[in-house]
């Protein structure tokens, strides 16, 4: 496995990750759960170390899953925990009650807590990033990181940073999905956060997937255009045929060439050894530069610039809680 720090002093964290949506959200068909410790088992056998979740993943189902699992498996102090706080919470005293819901549910100090999204337009950012620094200051927290914030409010945050910079920005980044290529990458290597991909197989698609079968497929557009993309289905193919690889592993591997650490979920703990040799696939120029032509309608197809789950920032944070507790979570 290889490894690299979030940020410019953030945790140690392999380049390559896994997220816990399915774990607990209610987009996807799962029975049961005990595969949960089998996939975090696997991992941490094949030197992944980073697991991501959130609190409105089944409102607290994920975290509480994800840290029995770790309990359970004795996982060391190596082990980066990410977890998030919704976007309704955006001052102090919320910020600090999500995050103490947090460590109750995994039963320890999350590492990497983030903003799941950005507050609604009428709330000043300023409250949000004091609330997140003071989170860290008060050992709530070791690091603190935001997810959906687009190249403008990164800017806006560090502005804002009194004591403590955010070490991640969280977003929706695939072969698939490029928005964040066109002006949130650059910002990043300037500022020194580091982007973590969710959704880095546009749900399946660029793994070979290429009919939905959960809600939460048949509900994504960039899962359709994926898996209906000849051509860049077929650049995939090419490049995992030059390595011996498998098309997941040549995603994956494109996303770590770009700085990213991508953070895709599986409920399969078979596939966890596949998630894991992407962190050694070296793709050559050539390779890259195939995918990028074969993805290059990616990079404006869902806006020019990053757009994922702006619609929040229309709706007041009341009414956001209210609807994720009457699906009871997402």
Known sequence: MEYTRLGRGGPRVSVVGLGF????????RLNGHGWVESVVGEALDRGINLFD???????????????????RLGAGDDVVVASK???????????????????????????????HWPPPVYVPLCATIRGLERAVLEGHAHY?????????????????????????DQVQY???????????LPHSRQR???????????????????????????????FRAAAGDTRLQNALDTV?????ATRAQVALAWLIAKGAIPIPGTRKPERVAEI?????????????????????EYLYRWGRTYRALWYMRLIPCLLQVASIRLMGGV
């Not at 603190?144 to 991640?168: D, F, H, Q, T, W």
């Not at 695939?174 to 949130?184: C, G, I, P, W």
Request: charged fraction near 25%.
């Open 192 to 222: 020194g956060y580091t982007i973590i991909a969710w959704s880095p197989l546009a749900k399946g698609a660029l793994a070979g997937k290429s009919r939905p079968s959960d809600p939460a497929q048949k509900a994504d557009p960039v």
């Open 144 to 168: 603190y990181g935001l997810s959906n914030y687009p190249a403008s409010l990164m800017e806006k945050a560090y502005s804002c940073a009194k004591r403590i910079e955010p070490v991640s």
């Open 21 to 28: 949506w399915q774990a607990g959200g209610r987009a996807w």
């Open 276 to 296: 894991a040799g992407s962190a050694t696939l070296r793709l050559g120029e050539d390779d890259i530069r195939l995918l990028d032509e074969a993805g290059r």
């Open 53 to 71: 979740t959130a609190e409105i993943y089944g409102w607290g189902r994920s975290e509480r899953l994800l840290g029995e699992a770790l309990r």
């Open 240 to 244: 995992a045929g030059r390595h011996r």
């Open 174 to 184: 695939s072969l698939a999905y490029r928005s964040a290529e066109n002006r949130l």
């Open 85 to 115: 706080v919704g976007g309704f919470r955006v001052n102090t005293a919320s910020i600090i009650r999500g995050v103490k819901g947090i460590n109750r549910r995994l039963g320890r100090t999350v590492d990497l807590v983030q903003h």
